[in-house]
């Protein structure tokens, strides 16, 4: 069973700077893709930035050159560096991991979340 657990979130003035981590444990699989996403209070989930195997980032509109994604394919991790931030960007974050394994099956994995929160 495949377990992800996040870290780094916390408390931060507007401007400062978080790094969030996530690792994935309880799999060897490489994951097609990895991730991150956030909720904020009364709005939906939405995509922060996820990449793949390969190296190739699919962001959101948040990403402006301020956040930062990494993965490191032979530790299951992924990460997430936070600049500039805002008090917009007070939000639970998710870990997301996926794969497609034989004929296509999609599994799909999610973090318990860890809260962000910019405020002076």
């Known amino acids: 069973q495949v377990l992800l657990v996040e870290s780094g979130g916390g408390l931060v003035q507007p401007g400062g700077s978080l790094r969030l981590s996530c690792a994935a444990s309880g799999s060897t699989v490489i994951f097609n893709g990895m991730g991150w996403y956030r909720q904020a209070p009364g709005k939906e989930r939405e995509l922060v930035a996820l990449i793949s195997v390969d190296g190739s980032v699919n962001s959101g509109n948040s990403l402006k050159g301020r956040f930062t994604i990494s993965r490191d394919n032979a530790k299951n991790t992924v990460s997430l560096q936070m600049n500039s931030l805002k008090p917009d960007d007070t939000a639970v974050y998710y870990c997301?991991?996926?794969?497609?394994?034989?004929?296509?099956?999609?599994?799909?994995?999610w973090g318990q979340g860890t809260q962000v929160t910019v405020s002076s």
């Open positions: 997301n991991a996926y794969y497609y394994s034989d004929y296509a099956a999609f599994h799909d994995y």
